[in-house]
């Protein structure tokens, strides 16, 4: 009890420092805003963001409802296909060469001109955004998935082999827990992109979500609102991401508990 | 009797009242999308006010408006994925020039309401005075084409005017730093500095004839308008019914525009539609017609200064037949 206890403080004292940092920010951000009396359309002060964030807040709810629900939609989606795609690469080395280019290619296609394309193939609803989330997320899903897959220890391999496992509970027992680390890696990484690849989807062409408010606030100037609508977004990412921490604490609670030990 | 004479009374009216609306009260309304040129804003009010008011449903239709990708919405309509979409003379002309059959079919401003702002501190009251001054563009070479003509046509020297790229940048952040002037809508940028209360100056485009061409646009595509002319005109009829509305009451279709998009600001939407009420039909018969020289001037324009390849017919970029009468 004592130790967790300690633990807790611990970690109070672990985010001090950037938590402090962060205030300090705000705190001279506003100074510098209300010394140089600087105009909203240059850069808005933290505290003008707040007042619009509060007055815009029931506005933006439903905003903040379809950008989650595009952006967890292409997150599961590019989990699912990045999953498959290795596990057949996995599977046939022969198709990992002939693929694994082509998914750093899906990474280098400039969104912005392509887009139009996908709302004529998908119209005007959900999936054309959710391909956008797809596309960004796919690829660190993938990489990190494969590169896992490929890099198990072959002494462990070797050790199963020699006790006749099946490549099917070598797969199961040794490559996929070991290449878990490297998958929720890229799950991290995929989950801050989500967020924002649902955000681009709606800026380019979208009824709702958070890009289209921000779209129509920069649009009539108001600076503050933009801000306000760029924090809910970092909130939402961060949201998110701590979400796919909390699985990756559950799914590798074997690793956590090493490192405690070791600690 | 007089209550049969009343209930009587009712029926034909409203039976007229269909009829008059396009008629086949008793069919489904027909699905019509319809993608706007940027984000909402005044130019889009009459389409609103249209689906809004239901003067599409009288037509017949079921209108939905849809937002554009960023690169606009010409390759929606081409491939059918809508009827229609807002968009510019500009656009149209160019898109016939490389063989895409797209055509304007209604003008929903009658004149350019865009031109070049600058703070009033800078001193900039006519285009000679853009000498040594820095533009800020988003890099297209039309803008430069642009600013040419009007220095040239001033008597003034294009060499000396500084042209910079400031992609999306809008005008106060621009032209609080090194920007001095930028091209603006008078109805929508124009008016969020009055509202912000800030002088400026403002050289109309629509001063130069050859630069008055008509933007925003309906625009169709052609083999729409062969196949299906009905729906075109029924269109065009509920728009042009929407746009008048809001000639006759900017406030409230200033309201319908916001309930659609609340996220706009509300001054801003309010005074830029009182100004625009003054402008949609401006010194035209009716609503959305266009000139044939309007098409021909500003081509030709383009052609001279090295910007339109391709065959041009201005004849066929746009049709007023579709416009009730």
Redesign the interface.
């Known amino acids: 009890m004592r130790r967790s206890a300690s633990i807790v403080t611990n970690r109070i004292r672990d985010r001090l420092p950037s938590m402090a940092a962060g205030l300090l920010f705000i705190l001279l951000w506003e100074a510098f805003c209300r010394l140089l009396g600087l105009?909203e359309?240059?850069l808005p002060a933290p505290s003008a963001i707040t007042a619009a964030l509060v007055r815009?807040f029931d506005?933006m709810l439903p905003h903040i409802g379809v950008t989650l629900f595009t952006a967890m939609s292409g997150f599961i989606l590019s989990l699912l296909v990045a999953a498959f795609f290795s596990l057949i690469m996995d599977l046939f080395p022969v198709l990992r060469r002939a693929l694994y280019p082509y998914i750093v290619v899906s990474q280098t296609v400039p969104i912005?001109?392509i887009?139009?394309?996908f709302?004529?193939w998908f119209?005007?609803g959900l999936t054309a955004k959710v391909v956008v989330v797809v596309l960004v997320c796919f690829f660190p899903v993938a990489v990190s998935l494969i590169d896992g897959l490929q890099n198990t220890d072959p002494d462990l391999i070797d050790l199963f082999r020699g006790m006749r496992a099946k490549p099917l509970q070598i797969f199961l027992q040794v490559r996929l827990p070991g290449a878990l680390p490297n998958l929720f890696s890229g799950l991290r990484i995929a989950a801050t992109y989500s967020v924002m690849g649902a955000v681009i989807g709606e800026?380019?062409?979208?009824?709702t979500g958070m890009g289209?408010?921000m779209?129509?606030?920069?649009?009539?100037?108001?600076t503050p609102?933009v801000f306000a609508a760029i924090l809910v977004v970092v909130i939402v990412s961060l949201m998110v991401f701590a979400a796919v921490s909390l699985a990756e604490r559950f799914f590798l609670s074997w690793k956590y508990a090493n490192l405690r030990s070791k600690s | 009797m007089k209550r049969t004479l009343v209930v009587l009374f009712v029926a034909v009216s409203t039976l007229a009242a269909f009829a008059g609306g396009g008629g086949e009260s008793s069919e489904k309304p027909e699905a019509v999308?319809v993608v706007l040129d940027?984000?909402?804003?005044t130019n889009h009010t009459g389409l609103y006010v249209a689906r809004d008011l239901g003067f599409f449903e009288e037509e017949g239709l079921d209108v939905s408006i849809?937002?554009?990708?960023?690169?606009?919405a010409a390759?929606?309509v081409l491939?059918g994925?809508a009827e229609f979409a807002v968009s510019y003379q500009e656009e149209v002309t160019y898109a016939r020039a490389a063989g895409n059959a797209l055509k304007a079919v209604a003008a929903v401003i009658q004149h350019n309401t865009s031109g070049f702002a600058s703070r009033s501190a800078e001193d900039i009251r006519r285009p000679r005075d853009f000498e040594g001054k820095a533009y800020g563009g988003w890099g297209s070479p039309i803008e430069e084409a642009m600013v040419r003509a009007l220095v040239e046509g001033d008597g003034g020297d294009f060499s000396k005017v500084k042209i910079v790229p400031i992609g999306s940048m809008?005008f106060?952040?621009a032209t609080?730093g090194d920007i001095d002037f930028v091209w603006i809508f008078r109805g929508w940028?124009g008016i969020?500095a009055e509202l912000?209360g800030i002088d400026i100056n403002y050289i109309p485009l629509a001063t130069e004839a050859v630069l008055d061409y008509y933007t925003p646009v309906l625009i169709a595509r052609d083999g729409l308008l062969q196949e299906n002319p009905e729906l075109v005109r029924a269109f065009i009829s509920g728009a042009a019914r929407g746009y008048r509305y809001a000639v006759e009451n900017p406030e409230e279709a200033a309201d319908i525009l916001l309930e659609a998009?609340?996220?706009?600001?509300r001054e801003?939407?309010v005074a830029s539609q009182r100004y625009l009420a003054g402008e949609y039909t401006a010194g035209a018969p009716c609503w959305g017609e266009m000139k044939l020289e309007v098409w021909e001037r500003y081509a030709e324009w383009l052609k001279e200064n090295g910007l339109l390849e391709g065959e041009f017919v201005p004849e066929a970029a746009f049709t007023n037949e579709f416009l009730p009468r």
Request: no cysteine; glycine share 6%; aromatic share 18%.
């Open positions: 105009a359309y240059i815009q506005l912005i001109f887009y139009p394309l709302l004529i119209g005007f800026w380019l062409g979208a009824q289209v408010y779209m129509r606030s920069y649009k009539t100037f108001n609102r | 999308t940027w984000t909402i804003n849809e937002f554009p990708p960023e690169t606009g390759g929606l491939s994925k809008d106060f952040a609080a940028d969020a912000k998009a609340p996220e706009l600001d801003l939407v």
